[in-house]
């Protein structure tokens, strides 16, 4: 069973690990600022969605696998600005990521509402089914990009229509291989999300898709993270990140 747990701790003990610029004006002789912790256990290791704050302002946000850091975690100064954000594996670090990156503005439309990276360039289609594409430039010989797509579903289920879709994708490159596959229904939204590896005559790419299909509608929308593969834990957050900010307003 999980339990959550918020843990007050002296200022003094939890300095050295917290990942967050000190002010010392916070910590004075007359003011000594308590320190949370918010996260559940799971056989005596934190384990999932974790955060720390100062009083009530948050300073680490990331997740825990029994008891060790992984993924994306970010770090917060006492202004609540975003100052770092690091992608970790088993406790160690794997990258430091691109702030920027994590500077999201927010895309709406008649259909759904969801974050885009600032820095990153719009880019149209004439493609009836291609709603949008960002892409960050680098000096890559393929850029990070994120793509929204639309389909009709033809009275599939979103299991069903994602059998085809990736159908499509094998014919299309050399080797397809899933890493992570996700299925949730919430609040009328039907998400599939899968991170996967796939490769055509010149490169190897990382990719993240989140398909959406709204039980009130006969549509499936598909947004997809992909770069080249060497880079994949540098974007997987973003993309994440972005998918996840995913809402429906119909």
Request: glycine share 6%.
């Amino acid at each position: 069973m999980k339990l959550y747990y918020f843990i007050i701790v002296p200022w003094s003990v939890i300095l050295f690990s917290l990942g967050c610029n000190f002010n010392s004006e916070e910590a004075t002789a007359n003011h000594i600022p308590d320190v949370s912790v918010e996260a559940s256990m799971e056989n005596g290791y934190y384990h999932g969605e974790y955060k720390e704050y100062i009083g009530d302002r948050l300073v680490v946000h990331g997740k825990m696998n029994e008891g060790q850091k992984t993924g994306v975690w970010k770090t917060f100064d006492e202004n609540s600005n975003l100052v770092e954000v690091v992608h970790y594996s088993g406790d160690s670090i794997l990258h430091i990521l691109d702030l920027q990156d994590f500077d999201f503005e927010l895309l709406s439309n008649d259909e759904f509402t969801m974050l885009v990276p600032k820095n990153w360039r719009y880019n149209s289609s004439e493609a009836p089914e291609h709603l949008f594409s960002y892409t960050k430039q680098t000096d890559k010989n393929f850029n990070p990009s994120i793509t929204m797509t639309k389909f009709d579903s033809q009275g599939l289920s979103l299991s069903e229509f994602e059998q085809i879709a990736f159908q499509n994708l094998i014919a299309s490159y050399e080797i397809v291989k899933e890493v992570e596959r996700t299925e949730v229904l919430k609040n009328g939204l039907n998400v599939i999300r899968k991170s996967y590896m796939i490769k055509n005559e010149s490169l190897e790419f990382g990719a993240v898709s989140f398909l959406f299909k709204n039980l009130k509608y006969d549509s499936v929308l598909i947004m997809t993270g992909y770069c080249e593969l060497e880079d994949i834990l540098k974007y997987k957050g973003v993309f994440d990140e972005i998918g996840i900010s995913f809402r429906s307003t119909v």
